[in-house]
């Protein structure tokens, strides 16, 4: 069987979603204080954001080859509104708590 992992860098196709979620994320907890920050809600908040976002993959070994600055900027709006989406879902039902509850018993 060929193994494309030693053949090939695949580490070069790339969701270029989770780099900008990730960095809206930052941008919005910078401004809103009374999101939970512990590990188990930012990276639900991130996972929920990225389930629910098409994929966008590409080789990063290229780079970007075309670049609309409209299509760009409505890109952003519906990453951030698919954030503030996931920030909602994860306060309302947090999962720490499960972890902390867990763990008095
Ligand atoms: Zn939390």
Sequence with gaps: ?????ELYRLDA???????IVIE???HILAT???ICRCEHCILDIIA???NDLPPRYRVGLIGTIDFDVDAET??????QDGL????MRVTENPHHLITLNQKKY
């Design 1 to 5: 069987m060929v193994n494309l992992r």
């Design 13 to 19: 196709v790339v969701n270029e979603n989770k780099n």
């Design 24 to 26: 809206l994320l930052q």
């Design 32 to 34: 809103d204080k009374t």
């Design 48 to 50: 929920i954001t990225l």
């Design 74 to 79: 409505q890109y952003l709006e519906k990453v």
């Design 84 to 87: 503030y989406h996931a920030i």
